[in-house]
């Protein structure tokens, strides 16, 4: 599997900036789908009814190969906003996100290179304080195996963060264990160099 672990906010944040009377109020999320992102717009909308835009961005999956990203400049001249959110997003390495930046406008224009400053760093301000979390991808086998071999099961699975369930007892032991799935070859190298050959990676 080409799944890689990556972090993922913890939380939701929200954070302020104030640049020349205008005022950037900037949230950061997990988002696992678009669904979900659209869902978080719909909520600022409702919080702040009277604000001039609502831009974010989002990037769905792991930050190195994204699965889905999306940006949104909500009236803000193209590329002065949903852009430079993603950016921060993507330098920042984080999955599952998504940044909304909803602006109050103070009666002074910024120009385009104050706006992408602006949102730019409003997003900096809210994801160098968002609390993360590793995103751990887990892989499940059902195994087989002698009563004797049960207990060195359990051992391994205590060794790697991982959790097993005895499904019956019949004339041998099944078992199901998870695990991270950066451990899938030790354990099945473990399996084989004990005698364990009756295992099947389901998940």
Same mark, same amino acid.
């Given at each position: 599997? %080409? /799944?890689?672990?990556? @972090? @993922?906010?913890?939380?939701?944040?929200?954070?302020?900036?104030?640049?020349?009377?205008?005022?950037?109020?900037? *949230?950061?999320?997990?988002?696992? %789908?678009?669904?979900?992102?659209?869902?978080?717009?719909?909520?600022?909308?409702?919080?702040?009814?009277?604000?001039?835009?609502?831009?974010?961005?989002?990037?769905? &999956? /792991?930050?190195?190969?994204? %699965?889905?990203?999306?940006?949104?400049?909500?009236?803000?001249?193209? &590329?002065?906003?949903?852009?430079?959110?993603?950016?921060?997003? !993507?330098?920042?390495?984080?999955?599952?996100?998504?940044?909304?930046?909803?602006?109050?406008?103070?009666?002074? #224009? +910024? &120009?385009?290179? &104050?706006? $992408?400053?602006?949102?730019?760093?409003? $997003?900096?301000? @809210?994801?160098?304080?968002?609390? +993360?979390?590793? !995103?751990?991808?887990?892989?499940?086998?059902?195994?087989? *195996?002698?009563?004797?071999?049960?207990?060195?099961?359990?051992?391994?699975?205590?060794?790697?963060?991982?959790?097993?369930?005895?499904?019956?007892?019949?004339?041998?032991?099944?078992? #199901?264990?998870? +695990?991270?799935? @950066? /451990? /899938?070859?030790?354990?099945?190298?473990? *399996? +084989?160099?004990?005698?364990?050959?009756?295992?099947?990676?389901?998940?």
């Amino acid at each position: 599997m %080409s /799944n890689k672990n990556y @972090v @993922v906010p913890a939380e939701t944040l929200e954070k302020t900036l104030l640049v020349k009377k205008s005022r950037f109020i900037a *949230c950061a999320t997990i988002v696992s %789908s678009r669904d979900d992102a659209k869902d978080f717009l719909q909520i600022k909308k409702i919080e702040y009814p009277d604000a001039r835009h609502h831009c974010w961005a989002y990037l769905i &999956g /792991n930050p190195s190969s994204a %699965s889905n990203a999306a940006m949104n400049d909500d009236g803000e001249p193209s &590329g002065t906003a949903g852009k430079p959110i993603l950016n921060v997003i !993507q330098h920042k390495k984080i999955g599952d996100v998504m940044v909304l930046v909803t602006r109050y406008f103070g009666g002074i #224009k +910024l &120009g385009a290179g &104050g706006l $992408t400053r602006a949102y730019s760093g409003a $997003t900096e301000l @809210v994801l160098s304080e968002l609390k +993360l979390i590793q !995103q751990i991808f887990m892989s499940e086998y059902l195994l087989s *195996c002698d009563f004797s071999q049960e207990q060195m099961m359990h051992h391994w699975v205590g060794q790697h963060e991982a959790t097993l369930e005895v499904l019956q007892y019949s004339n041998q032991v099944e078992l #199901k264990i998870k +695990l991270p799935q @950066v /451990n /899938n070859k030790l354990f099945e190298q473990f *399996c +084989l160099a004990n005698g364990v050959f009756d295992y099947k990676l389901i998940d």
